[in-house]
């Protein structure tokens, strides 16, 4: 049998793909630039063919590199796997998880479920990483998470999901600005309501629990994050929606603002654990989203 290609150069080259950054990349392979370089040399070397076209300042993969890439991402997610099956085979709460989640949950809830799991199961160890849905989703796939905490519903063909609980939504307001606790959306001024960018989910997930699609009541300047929301509304420039689990954390501290229920049937967005139909820690998944359940309300 011929020569193999390592692990390791395949690994160099999809997060230099990732990264589209050579610097960058080797920073997050923990490595030199040189010797990332020269993994992926070696790997064109083995396949005999160009995997990037390079000039001076700039480089580009060419089409045997992005499948080579592309089929990178999935032997590694699969030797993954297959690492993390014998490692969990005699003790399914223990070893390793690369743990991510979206920006509008870690904050105000990964440190009750590291500390939870840190009480239940001392020899489980959760990597933690915070990013957009998209982003996590597309890290899961190619194995370089193993498990995300998302609000749902996103697009889950090809994984596994698992409902821990609910997270209900809250209308806040500065107490000068008090909100009439029957009012409709509709009795309030036109574009009132400050949300977040687009790009998070929970600007989604808001606008469809409370009915707020195509709405004039939302103001075109969106947020970057929930706490400059709050900024936001505690300057009297409107109202917004918060997400319970971060009035329980203690977002609205040192602020002059009121929480109210919002109109209506009332909102809320599903958390849920999301991870690959292939991984073989089924159990050690459904075990320690049992514990968030425990963490969160439900329906």
């Not at 199961?121 to 998209?134: G, V």
Request: proline share 5%; hydrophobic share 40%; with cysteine.
């Amino acid at each position: 049998m011929s020569k193999l290609p390592s692990l390791k150069n395949l690994f160099y080259l999809v997060q230099l793909h990732r990264e589209q950054n050579f610097n960058r990349a080797a920073k997050a392979c923990h490595v030199s630039q040189s010797t990332l370089s020269s993994g992926i040399q070696n790997l064109e070397e083995q396949l005999g063919g160009q995997l990037i076209e390079r000039d001076h300042k700039s480089f580009m993969f060419t089409a045997l590199g992005e499948e080579v890439v592309g089929r990178s991402r999935h032997l590694l997610a699969e030797v993954q796997e297959m690492t993390d099956l014998a490692r969990s085979a005699g003790e399914p709460m223990a070893g390793t998880i690369r743990l991510g989640c979206i920006p509008t949950i870690a904050p105000f809830l990964l440190n009750r479920v590291v500390k939870e799991a840190g009480k239940e199961f001392p020899s489980l160890s959760l990597l933690l990483r915070e990013d957009t849905t998209e982003n996590l989703m597309a890290a899961l796939g190619s194995g370089e998470l193993d498990l995300l905490l998302l609000a749902l519903p996103v697009d889950t063909s090809g994984f596994h999901s698992m409902s821990v609980g609910i997270d209900p939504f809250k209308l806040v307001a500065h107490k000068d600005q008090p909100v009439d606790g029957a009012i409709e959306y509709d009795e309030m001024p036109d574009e009132s309501i400050f949300l977040l960018q687009r790009e998070h989910c929970i600007t989604g997930h808001a606008i469809s629990a409370c009915e707020l699609k195509n709405s004039t009541k939302i103001n075109p300047f969106a947020a970057t994050s929930l706490h400059t929301l709050v900024q936001m509304v505690d300057s009297k420039l409107g109202t917004t929606f918060l997400p319970q689990m971060s009035i329980d954390s203690g977002i609205l501290n040192s602020t002059e603002l009121q929480v109210y229920q919002p109109p209506g049937e009332a909102p809320y967005r599903e958390i849920g654990l999301v991870w690959r139909q292939t991984s073989s820690r089924l159990r050690t998944f459904r075990t320690l989203g049992q514990m968030i359940q425990s963490l969160l309300p439900t329906k």
